[in-house]
């Protein structure tokens, strides 16, 4: 076996199969770091989401950017809920199920205007069902909620949608579009709670979870891949020598004049 290795053939077998199983084991290592990454993401989330919250006006103006670092940072902001000029925003499974976003833009106590994601509800039916906006709050509503970035939709929202429904949860494209007049904030706030209660029956949105297991799995076929390169070079190894040696043991006739 070992007077194999020394042939011309398995030295390049063998340089190849080990750069083949350096390249899994780096994309194995790849993904694991990438697992890490992501639950430490979740977990500066989740932590982050939990202080308390402080009044929107402290962070931002209306028309400013989200700041840096900001994101699902709890705020409070006070207000009318303008639900007949709300959206409901399409293709927004939760648990295995497809639903919406119900995003009610808030006329604050300084004129200005705020979107609010006040929650889920499940889709009743087709895609191109007209779904009516779940019941809001009337009069002098504080929410508190997550404060997110707007999403990036399309100038032009879809003319094909059912009524009161858009693709995308962008800030600016929505309040165009529902006219509001004055100025808005550019990030929206998913609703954590309402005071009063939120008589919509809405479900509400979870923390972003942790994509790692997705990762992992990717991890384990990569070294899944290589244990299988190893076990090949060994497999087809064996069976040479043993071809080999029976070839030594019961040398083929030779010809006879």
């Given at each position: 076996?070992?007077?194999?290795?020394?042939?011309?053939?398995?030295?390049?077998?063998?340089?190849?199969?080990?750069?083949?199983?350096?390249?899994?084991?780096?994309?194995?290592?790849?993904?694991?770091d990438?697992?890490a990454?992501?639950?430490?993401?979740a977990?500066?989330?989740?932590?982050?989401?939990?202080?308390?919250?402080?009044?929107?006006?402290?962070l931002?103006?209306?028309?400013?950017?989200?700041?840096?670092?900001?994101?699902?940072?709890?705020?409070?902001?006070?207000?009318e809920?303008?639900?007949?000029?709300?959206?409901?925003?399409?293709?927004?499974?939760?648990?295995?199920?497809?639903?919406?976003?119900?995003?009610c833009?808030?006329?604050?106590?300084?004129?200005?205007?705020?979107?609010?994601?006040?929650?889920?509800?499940?889709?009743?039916?087709?895609?191109?069902?007209?779904?009516?906006?779940p019941l809001?709050?009337?009069?002098?509503?504080?929410?508190?909620?997550?404060?997110?970035?707007?999403?990036?939709?399309?100038?032009?929202?879809?003319?094909?949608?059912?009524?009161?429904?858009?693709?995308?949860?962008?800030?600016?494209?929505?309040?165009?579009?529902?006219?509001?007049?004055?100025?808005?904030?550019?990030?929206?706030?998913?609703?954590?709670?309402?005071?009063?209660v939120?008589?919509?029956?809405?479900?509400?949105?979870?923390?972003p979870?942790?994509?790692?297991?997705?990762?992992?799995?990717?991890?384990?076929?990569?070294?899944?891949?290589?244990?299988?390169?190893?076990?090949?070079?060994?497999?087809?190894?064996?069976?040479?020598?043993?071809?080999e040696?029976?070839?030594?043991d019961?040398?083929?006739?030779?010809?006879?004049?």
């Amino acid at each position: 076996m070992l007077g194999l290795l020394r042939t011309r053939r398995w030295v390049s077998f063998t340089v190849a199969a080990v750069v083949v199983i350096a390249a899994f084991g780096l994309l194995s290592q790849w993904q694991f770091d990438r697992a890490a990454e992501e639950n430490a993401k979740a977990n500066s989330v989740a932590a982050f989401a939990t202080a308390d919250p402080v009044p929107l006006q402290s962070l931002l103006q209306p028309g400013e950017p989200l700041p840096d670092g900001q994101e699902w940072r709890p705020v409070t902001a006070t207000g009318e809920l303008a639900c007949e000029q709300g959206y409901l925003v399409r293709n927004r499974p939760l648990s295995a199920t497809n639903g919406y976003w119900a995003a009610c833009p808030l006329r604050t106590t300084d004129g200005s205007w705020l979107w609010v994601n006040r929650g889920w509800l499940p889709a009743p039916g087709p895609a191109i069902e007209v779904v009516p906006m779940p019941l809001a709050p009337v009069g002098e509503v504080v929410v508190t909620g997550w404060l997110r970035a707007s999403e990036s939709g399309p100038e032009v929202p879809p003319g094909d949608l059912p009524q009161g429904q858009a693709s995308h949860l962008d800030t600016d494209v929505l309040s165009s579009v529902a006219g509001l007049p004055g100025g808005a904030y550019e990030p929206y706030v998913v609703a954590t709670a309402l005071s009063p209660v939120d008589p919509g029956q809405l479900q509400q949105l979870p923390l972003p979870e942790s994509d790692s297991a997705q990762n992992y799995s990717y991890a384990g076929q990569w070294l899944l891949f290589a244990t299988v390169v190893v076990g090949g070079w060994f497999f087809f190894l064996r069976r040479e020598a043993i071809d080999e040696a029976e070839a030594q043991d019961h040398p083929a006739p030779q010809p006879t004049g």
